[in-house]
Every structure is written in C-alpha cells, then in structure tokens.
C-alpha cells in the first residue's frame, strides 16, 4: 500500500510538468507562439505557424555542463525582462535563456537535490520564488527565493511557517492581491485519497509576510460537483480542474465555485499548454497520439469564462465540520474532566495547604526547590526569562502558561520575604550585562546572604 501511495504521488507531482531529456520548450508571451532550445543539437527552434517548426540559428552554451541536467528531468521556464529563467525540478539549478544573443547559461552556483519535486514556483517583484516541494519520501514548507547577489537560494524571512505541506498541484500566486493561495493536500505517504474528509487552504500575504488559514474545503463535496482529481491550474486568480466534469471553476478570493456550461468544454484538457496575456488565455492544444505533430490554439477572455459559468456554491468553509459522533465524544470527556477535578479538588483540600496559607505563611515545595537552584548560581547570576522557565520546570508548557505561571511565582516569592522576612524584593529586574536593551534576574545582593540562611544552606 505505502508503494501505490508513493507511485501515486510521483504521478501527482509530475502531472502539470513538462517532461523532456532532450530538449526544452515554452510559450513566447509576446509572439504567442512555442520556441523550443534543442539540447542535444544545440539550436534554437521556432513554430513559425503552428505544426511548423524553423531553425532560428545556434545556441552558445558558454560553460554550462549539460551532464549535471538529470535524465529525464522536469522543468518550468519563466519569462523575465525579454529572457527566459529554467528551473529543473528537483534541484535548485536555474538557467537563463537569451533568445536575441542565443546564450544559454547557468545562474546558480548550487549543488543540493532532492528535496523540492513539485515544489511552487513563481516570479514575484522581478525576484524568483520557489515554496515547499517533495523529495525524500517526504513534504517540506521551505520558502525560498533566488539571490542574484549570491548565486543562492535563501530562505524568505517569515516569522511563522505556514502548513506542512506546499505544493503546486493546487495553489497559486496572484500577481493582483500580492498573496499565495495553497489547498494543502493530504499526506499521500500515510493517508488514502478515500480517507480525506476536508482540506485546508491557505493564504500567503506577502505585505504582512503571514500564513492564514482561510477555510476548509470538502473533498467530498469537490467529488459529488465532478472533480476527479487534486490538480488545478491557477491563472487569473482562479483555480481551474482540468479532471473534472463538467468543468470545474473556482475563485478563491470571493469563495465561489462555479461550474463551466459555455462551448469550450475542452479548453483546459490535461496535457493542453495554457498562458495567459491580460485578461485573455490561450490554450495551445496538442493532439493525440503526441507523434500525430498537429496543433490548435485557441483563446478565451477571463470574462466569458466567467459569465459561461453556473455558480453552484462556496468553495470554502470558515469553519471545520464537526462530525456527529464527536458530540458523544465531547460530552463524554466533560464528564471525565467534571470526573477528574472533583478527585482533584478534595485531594488537595485533604493532603495540603490552601493557597492562602501558602501564600501567606510559608512557600510552596516548588518556590523552595527554584530559589535553591537559584542560590546555587551566586549572587551575581543573572537569569533570562527562558533559564528562570527552565529551572520551574515549566518547558514543556505552553508559552502563555510559563508566563503566567512565571509571574505569579516571582510575586509569591517577592510577597513571602516582604510580609515574613522584610526583604523588598528577593528577586529583582536588572540591566543585562550583555545587551543593555534586555532585562533580566537576579537575587537580590543586598539580601543574598539572608535569604540563604532563610533557606537554610
């Protein structure tokens, strides 16, 4: 079973890719034609009109060592300031493709692979994106952009990382809304597509440099309206499944899915070459069998799309749906926690003190067992937040329970020696000895020596 998944994955990843060991070929957005740059020969070729291919002239390959490509190899090409940047999937080498000097050249200076099969990749701000991938029997969510400073790929500086799994089967970025729009799809390595409930999508916006979770989409729900499988294309800020039928549309951005009853059913077929230039889109329609070399190119406005469309509902839900049964789980767990601080409640009452008394006349087992751990550092220690967190024995928790857990027994602490010992404070905030921005703690010097006989050490 963990091999069909495994199978089942490679065709997912490899299903709006191009395939090619010999050569590379893209769309020209200007000319809206395909050029095609022959590896093996060399040349450089243009569809002069379509099913009928010109030699243009030779290409300079300069230094670049074409045995490093893998055979066959996966790639993308995108049109940048009049050339062409080539990205091999798999790998973080990226070309660049001059069609008026026909150089052809390699960018990067990396040497990693593996890890980013499948993996999103866009241009945004003139600056080469690429989020998430697979490789290694296992998703990432790295995000990375190409440093043309540095010949690198560095990592994007997001304070928090989005969900476990990116990649570009089902998400997209929208050049209008500056964000990125990710259905996070299941974990085919231990989860079976009969299995999926509901799916997340996401947003990226790249203003506030944010993950967000937009909804939860029914998978069930994208199956009953016609879709056969998880692949999408994302162009014009909507998500079309070409495996659907009918026709499945869907805008993201105002929560609609529509389904397609216009005249060109088979616009968007798996295996056509789609682009878009404005508020057009192009459909370069390839044949069957592929050897038959008979094409068609066909063109729609976003427009017509749309107004050829039936909206049959929302996309998306704003909240998770809750599966009947769990109701009986949840009533059965209040009951069990109702349960468990009833015993709690009158052990304690029984075995120890009230909080008052520990508050008030004498400290608790835990304040005791952290100030003897302090007194041990010496009187000029200084403790940070995270040590002081550290030696409560409160890592594990979360960080809203150390803090307040944190708080309330520095205070208990301060309290006690006050009311029973008259020392103001025994533990004090001071300057860091390191970074003057930074506070820290302390036991108070003045008291050092009190406080240790208070402890008896």
């Known amino acids: 079973m963990r091999f069909c998944c495994r199978v089942f994955v490679a065709l ?4 709006s890719l191009n395939l090619y060991s010999a050569d590379i070929e893209y769309t020209n957005p200007t000319l809206r034609i395909r050029e095609r740059i022959d590896l093996k020969t060399k040349e450089f070729w243009r569809e002069r009109t379509l099913n009928h291919w010109e030699k243009v002239d030779a290409i300079d390959f300069q230094d670049v060592n074409l045995g490093e490509l893998p055979s066959p190899f996966a790639y993308r090409v995108f049109s940048k300031s009049g050339n062409y940047w ?6 973080g080498q990226l070309y660049e493709f001059d069609p008026l000097k026909l150089i052809f050249r390699r960018l990067d200076k990396t040497y990693f692979r593996g890890y980013n099969f499948g993996s999103l990749q866009f241009i945004r701000k003139d600056t080469l994106y690429s989020f998430g991938g697979l490789g290694f029997w296992q998703y990432n969510n790295i995000e990375t952009y190409f440093s043309t400073s540095v ?4 990592q994007v500086q997001i304070p928090l990382q989005g969900h476990a799994r990116i990649l570009e089967n089902f998400s997209g970025y929208s050049k209008r809304k500056d964000q990125l729009f990710v259905l996070e799809l299941p974990d085919y390595f231990i989860q079976k597509p009969v299995d999926i409930n509901r799916l997340k999508l996401f947003t990226y916006d790249f203003n506030k440099k944010s993950w967000n979770t937009l909804g939860w989409v029914p998978h069930k729900n994208l199956q009953e309206a016609g879709m056969h499988a998880l692949e999408a294309i994302f162009i014009q800020d909507l998500f079309v499944i070409p495996k659907s039928s009918p026709l499945l549309i869907i805008d993201p951005v105002n929560n609609k899915l529509y389904e397609y009853q ?3 059913p088979n616009f968007f077929n798996p295996g056509f070459i789609i682009s878009e230039k404005g508020s057009m889109l192009y459909s370069y329609q390839v044949e069957t069998p592929t050897n038959s070399h008979y094409t068609n190119l066909d063109s729609m406005d976003v427009t017509k799309l749309l107004s050829d469309s039936r909206e049959i509902g929302p996309f998306y839900s704003t909240r998770p749906p809750v599966p009947f049964a769990w109701f009986g789980f949840a009533l059965g767990g209040i009951l069990l926690i109702l349960s468990l601080f009833g015993n709690y409640w009158f052990w304690r009452r029984a075995n120890k003190q009230s ?5 008030f006349e004498g400290l608790s087992i835990e304040a005791e067992g952290f100030l003897k751990r ?3 550092k010496g009187p000029d220690y200084q403790f940070s937040s995270e040590e ?3 030696l409560m ?3 594990q928790r979360s960080f809203d329970s150390q803090r307040q857990y944190r708080s309330k027994m520095i205070n208990q602490i301060n309290h006690h020696f006050k009311v029973h010992h008259a020392i103001p404070e025994a533990l004090i905030r001071v300057t860091s000895f390191e970074d003057k921005r930074f506070l820290m703690y302390s036991i108070s010097p003045t008291d050092f020596v009190k406080i240790k006989q208070v402890l008896h050490l």
């Open 374 to 376: 302090c007194i041990e």
């Open 262 to 264: 216009g005249l060109k």
């Open 12 to 15: 997912l990843v490899s299903i």
């Open 86 to 91: 080539i990205t091999i999937s798999g790998t």
């Open 355 to 359: 909080i008052g008394a520990i508050y």
């Open 388 to 390: 002081i967190t550290e």
């Open 151 to 154: 010949k690198e790929w560095e």
């Open 393 to 395: 024995g409160l890592s």
